[in-house]
Nanobody
Framework: QRQLVESGGGLVQTGGSLRLSCATSGRLFDVYNMAWFRRAPGEQRELVASARRAGAPTYADSVRGRFTISRETAKNTVYLQMNTLKAEDTAVYYC????????????WGQGSQVTVSS
């Protein structure tokens, strides 16, 4: 089973930037769709960004223009670059893999806490 290991969370001030990394076991190229989700306290899990093997990435309205998802196949790693962070971006962030493009995310990272202080 594919393993996902996240890194890069932390505490940042409003307006700052962070980059999350998600390293995958096996070949990233084989994964149809990689995504980042987040869950804020008391809220439901939200799909933040996704990147398929081909085609343009997609973003939630709340982060479009501020966040960038990218797949670096040579390193088997997916990134989420987060700029102009807001207090409402505070959440635990999870990367996830939809191996076959069937909408099922079968592998998940351990979660990374991102805290944006105002």
């Amino acid at each position: 089973q594919r393993q996902l290991v996240e890194s890069g969370g932390g505490l940042v001030q409003t307006g700052g930037s962070l980059r999350l990394s998600c390293a995958t076991s096996g070949r990233l190229f084989d994964v149809y769709n990689m995504a980042w989700f987040r869950r804020a306290p008391g809220e439901q899990r939200e799909l933040v960004a996704s990147a398929r093997r081909a085609g343009a990435p997609t973003y939630a309205d709340s982060v479009r223009g501020r966040f960038t998802i990218s797949r670096e196949t040579a390193k088997n790693t997916v990134y989420l670059q987060m700029n102009t962070l807001k207090a409402e971006d505070t959440a635990v962030y999870y990367c996830a893999a939809d191996e076959y493009g069937n909408g099922r995310y079968d592998a998940w990272g351990q979660g990374s806490q991102v805290t944006v202080s105002s």
